[in-house]
């Protein structure tokens, strides 16, 4: 016997599908509340996946005339496409925040105020924002730009342009001339005063924003190398770093880039400084650093070690993360260049401690024999010079051999000998440090004497390497004011 039964009223509701595994209500993508939370969607169990609803009613208990639940305030609004995406070049802000006053909204995007401005996406995302008095400089991976912050721009029909103040948080972007950006290294980015300074990895360059002008700072000398050291940073398989500071004590801009060689325990890296006063790249250091920080007229860097403070008179000069370091400096001699000369002597004004490590001429270029290829003429060279005290030495009255300065104590018994001192390297004549060339290359073809038989370096010009030595006032000052070399002409051969 079959029974009908007409129902006359009916609860509100709200019927979801819930996914096939987890019985959470599903719509357009969206999960909604999870199941586990108390208060989520209640959930029909059944086998039957195409079956599987979840109901959502608007009465308490879902009694007939019970009491109906209000929407109230809720945190977000139904859209036609709830799914999330990200505006990579976008920018949203939210209500104010005022501590004073207890005002904290934080948490509030009104849909139905401007709250969104979006750059160009064809300069690709958003890497960098940086807020400077009234303006926000925005910089993508291909371009810079700079909103108004608390005012917009009026444009009239000709075309020219007004500040106006406004209630808008950010205002009309303006992009910068120049299609430089920061690439994907935000790391690289500081500043000092109105300088701004940042890597472009797109274009192998290094920039320096001023106002609202770029400025190719990698030109000054360092394009060639700039252009190799980011254009291969990532060649290691990995993500490379560019790490960018302000150095407030010397007032330098460090860079330090940074390759991430999958596989490999050590990490190739280069750090230099740019110096506005010189304007130009002076000096490459031997630290590796994750983080540059100035505080306080102090520069600071940190590796996963710790926190490290630069230029303190705790540590002798060179030392970074507990290493010491020798101080190198290479100069090139090349007086009138279109001649062959033999350079027979070197000499510097400066601090005692200075080494050369080596001396080479030019090459003379490569000759091809079949499938060989081989130099015409090897280079000469030598090897190194001793400092003035690190090759210091003494003879012995017993035996007559030779004790240098490292063997007084254990072959004298006293580090200082009433002896008279020699110099294996530098000597000191009227307050300067002079020493003869020795060559130590190789035979070449037709020489009827070489090595050191011959007094002198021969070539067009020579490159030298000065080092700072290992026992003459480690970690002290040293001061190298000039350079110089003695050199006779060989008539044009």
């Known amino acids: 016997m079959a029974a009908s039964v007409e129902v006359k009223f009916f609860n509100s509701f709200l019927l979801k599908k819930v996914s096939n595994s987890s019985f959470t209500p599903v719509w357009n993508g969206s999960t909604g509340v999870p199941s586990g939370l108390n208060g989520s969607y209640p959930v029909v169990g059944t086998t039957d996946v195409d079956g599987d609803w979840a109901i959502e009613e608007a009465r308490i208990r879902g009694g007939y005339n019970n009491t109906s639940t209000g929407y109230g305030a809720k945190a977000y609004l139904v859209e036609e496409e709830p799914a999330g995406y990200r505006r990579f070049n976008a920018l949203i802000y939210s209500g104010i925040f005022n501590s004073r006053t207890g005002i904290n909204n934080t948490n509030v995007f009104s849909t139905a105020q401007d709250i969104e401005k979006a750059t160009d996406p064809a300069n690709g995302s958003i890497q960098r924002l940086y807020a400077e008095d009234t303006n926000l400089f925005i910089f993508q991976e291909s371009k810079t730009s700079r909103a108004l912050i608390d005012k917009d721009a009026i444009y009239s029909a000709e075309g020219g342009g007004a500040v106006t103040s406004s209630n808008l948080v950010i205002g009309v972007i303006q992009p910068i001339p120049g299609k430089y950006g920061i690439s994907q290294n935000p790391e690289s980015f500081a500043v000092y005063g109105y300088n701004k300074y940042f890597s472009d990895k797109n274009n192998n360059v290094i920039m320096k924003l001023s106002g609202s002008q770029l400025t190719e700072i990698s030109q000054l000398g360092m394009r060639d190398y700039f252009r190799d050291e980011l254009n291969e940073l990532n060649l290691g398989g990995g993500q490379g770093r560019v790490v960018g500071g302000w150095d407030i004590y010397n007032d330098q801009y460090i860079i330090s880039t940074q390759q991430n060689n999958v596989g490999q325990t050590t990490i190739a890296y280069n750090t230099v400084t740019f110096d506005e006063g010189v304007q130009g790249w002076t000096s490459f250091f031997n630290y590796n650093p994750d983080q540059i920080l100035s505080i306080r007229n102090n520069l600071y860097t940190a590796t996963s070690d710790g926190l490290y403070k630069h230029y303190s008179n705790n540590v002798p000069r060179a030392q970074f993360y507990g290493v010491n370091n020798n101080s190198t400096i290479t100069v090139i001699f090349n007086p009138e260049p279109l001649k062959s000369k033999t350079f027979s002597t070197v000499s510097y004004e400066g601090s005692n401690g200075w080494e050369i490590s080596s001396i080479n001429s030019d090459n003379t270029g490569k000759d091809t024999n079949g499938n060989n290829i081989s130099y ?27 004790v240098p300065r490292a063997s007084y104590n254990a072959t004298l018994g006293t580090y200082d000998p009433n002896l008279i001192r020699y110099h294996a390297g530098f000597n000191r004549k009227e307050n300067c440090y002079v020493a003869n060339l020795i060559n130590n290359s190789a035979p070449n073809s037709g020489e009827i004497i070489f090595g050191n038989e011959i007094s002198g370096v021969k070539g067009y010009y020579t490159t030298a390497t000065f080092s700072t030595d290992n026992v003459t006032d480690v970690g002290g000052a040293k001061t190298l004011f000039s350079v110089g070399t003695k050199f006779d002409s060989n008539n044009g051969y």
């Open 376 to 402: 015409a003429n090897s280079f000469d060279s030598i090897l190194s010079i001793n400092s003035y005290y690190g090759g210091e030495y003494v003879i012995n009255p017993t035996g007559g051999a030779v």
